[in-house]
């Protein structure tokens, strides 16, 4: 596999977004979903009835909101994206939606990036809020928080004032107690 430019990488990413619809209904968000799921499976070996059933998880899950669902998409798509279910990949080996979603963002996978495109677009149309810089809501104090884990490797590349760009979806919150549920 070969290393691409971070141009490269963001034209790849780019071409493939721009070639996909936006979805404006919920069956076309389901659709985007069940596309990616399925492709990540028969590209990770996991089995069809696997991804069957992951698929079906994500949707009982969602559905279990309906009424909100009715009134505003972005549910959905707020529900899938922080879904707990865990498809099984192999032996032993799960991942949350989330975080599929961000391997193939980060991947740049030209067989898993156009179906992944479809949910990136319903996310940033349904959930991501564009305001003018001067209406911005900044965290108190410029600080926000993510929990997580991270590689004893990297931790001094991370220090105090650094700006930094991920090539992914990267769940903050301004509330400190809420990032390290």
Same mark, same amino acid.
Not at 56 to 64: I, P, R, T, V
Not at 153 to 165: C, N, P
């Given at each position: 596999?070969?290393?691409?430019?971070?141009?490269?990488?963001?034209?790849?990413?780019?071409?493939?977004?721009?070639?996909?619809?936006?979805?404006?209904?919920?069956?076309?968000?389901?659709?985007?979903?069940?596309?990616?799921?399925?492709?990540?499976?028969?590209?990770?070996?996991?089995?069809?009835?696997?991804?069957?059933?992951?698929?079906?998880?994500?949707?009982?899950?969602?559905?279990?909101?309906?009424?909100?669902?009715?009134?505003?998409?972005?549910?959905?798509?707020?529900?899938?994206?922080?879904?707990?279910?865990?498809?099984?990949?192999?032996?032993?080996?799960?991942?949350?939606?989330?975080? &599929? !979603?961000?391997?193939?963002? *980060? =991947?740049?996978?030209?067989?898993?990036? $156009? /179906? +992944?495109?479809?949910?990136? @677009? %319903?996310?940033? &149309? !349904?959930?991501?809020?564009? *305001? =003018?810089?001067?209406?911005?809501?900044? $965290? /108190? +104090?410029?600080?926000?928080? @993510? %929990?997580?884990? &991270?590689?004893?490797?990297?931790?001094?590349?991370?220090?105090?004032?650094?700006?930094?760009?991920?090539?992914?979806?990267?769940?903050?919150?301004?509330?400190?107690?809420?990032?390290?549920?």
């Amino acid at each position: 596999m070969s290393i691409m430019s971070d141009a490269d990488a963001f034209a790849t990413f780019a071409r493939a977004y721009e070639a996909t619809d936006t979805p404006e209904f919920p069956h076309q968000l389901a659709r985007s979903l069940q596309l990616i799921v399925f492709a990540a499976c028969r590209k990770y070996g996991a089995s069809e009835d696997a991804a069957r059933a992951f698929f079906k998880g994500l949707q009982a899950q969602a559905f279990q909101h309906k009424e909100e669902l009715l009134e505003n998409m972005a549910v959905s798509a707020a529900l899938i994206w922080t879904s707990d279910i865990k498809l099984r990949l192999g032996a032993g080996n799960t991942i949350e939606f989330c975080s &599929l !979603l961000n391997r193939i963002l *980060r =991947e740049r996978d030209p067989d898993l990036l $156009p /179906p +992944g495109c479809g949910v990136v @677009r %319903g996310i940033n &149309l !349904l959930c991501v809020t564009r *305001r =003018e810089p001067s209406n911005m809501r900044y $965290p /108190p +104090g410029g600080k926000s928080h @993510r %929990g997580g884990a &991270l590689p004893a490797q990297h931790l001094s590349f991370f220090t105090e004032g650094l700006k930094f760009r991920v090539p992914m979806f990267l769940a903050t919150s301004f509330e400190e107690e809420v990032a390290y549920r």
